[in-house]
């Protein structure tokens, strides 16, 4: 079945610092969504990608859809300790999302 | 508008109890799903409903059992709890299984099998 994938699977960095994140699917996707879950919350949504190498910015993130659809990035411009969480990618496979592994970045002060 | 709300929050059973969580959403989705998260495994499809009535097998099926009698609940069964469904389990929404709406999810029922 369709996997997806994400590296790295934790992330420290000092505060300041960028941090990227990266999603893998072992099948082409038709979008790509992208989730924020905060420790003991629940997956909030924060964007879709649509489009064949499609690049979208939310203040200091940016997030990337690869040319080929199987992959894509979110980016984080000098971290603050209010972006801790785990952040999770997910595929549509028809009529639902395939999750990604989640990638757990914590931000030291 | 409370949105996607699920009941309870905490419940520790015993091997071999049954229990129902439950999931009712406001916003007339038609498409509701079942997750279950495990550390470092990211949200496992259990089961999903794309219309009253319906119900469809996800990923992680075996030892689960849903129901969709009405629009605007979704329930998740445990027939004979077992320890290896401790988990976090998380309901979802979207308004049509679409390419193009996120997900809505619920707060999340915390679940020990002791």
């Known amino acids: 079945g369709q996997q997806v994938m994400q590296i790295p699977q934790y992330q420290h960095v000092q505060e300041g610092e960028d941090f990227t994140t990266y999603c893998n699917s072992s099948?082409?996707?038709?979008?790509i969504q992208w989730y924020k879950q905060r420790p003991g919350g629940h997956p909030v949504f924060l964007i879709q990608?649509?489009?064949?190498?499609e690049v979208k910015k939310q203040k200091r993130l940016t997030f990337q859809f690869g040319e080929a659809k199987k992959n894509s990035s979110l980016h984080i411009t000098a971290t603050q300790t209010t972006d801790v969480g785990t952040y999770f990618c997910?595929?549509?496979?028809?009529?639902?999302?395939?999750f990604g592994t989640g990638t757990r970045l914590q931000v030291f002060p | 508008n409370a949105g996607v709300t699920q009941t309870p929050k905490f419940r520790v059973l015993k091997t071999g109890q049954s229990m129902t969580l439950l999931c009712a959403q406001d916003?007339?989705?038609?498409?509701m799903y079942w997750y279950r998260q495990d550390p470092g495994m990211g949200l496992r499809l259990i089961h999903y409903?794309?219309?009253?009535?319906?119900?469809a097998k996800g990923e992680v099926p075996d030892g689960y059992n849903v129901s969709r009698l009405k629009k605007q609940n979704f329930l998740l069964g445990l027939e004979s709890a077992a320890p290896s469904q401790t988990s976090v389990y998380f309901c979802?929404?979207?308004?049509?299984?679409?390419?193009?709406?996120?997900?809505?999810f619920g707060d999340g029922t915390r679940l020990s099998i002791l």
């Open positions: 997910a595929g549509r496979n028809t009529d639902k999302l395939i």
């Open positions: 099948t082409t996707l038709s979008n």
């Open positions: 990608l649509v489009k064949s190498g």
């Open positions: 916003m007339n989705h038609e498409y």
């Open positions: 409903s794309v219309g009253e009535g319906t119900t």
């Open positions: 979802a929404s979207d308004p049509q299984g679409s390419h193009n709406q996120p997900q809505h």
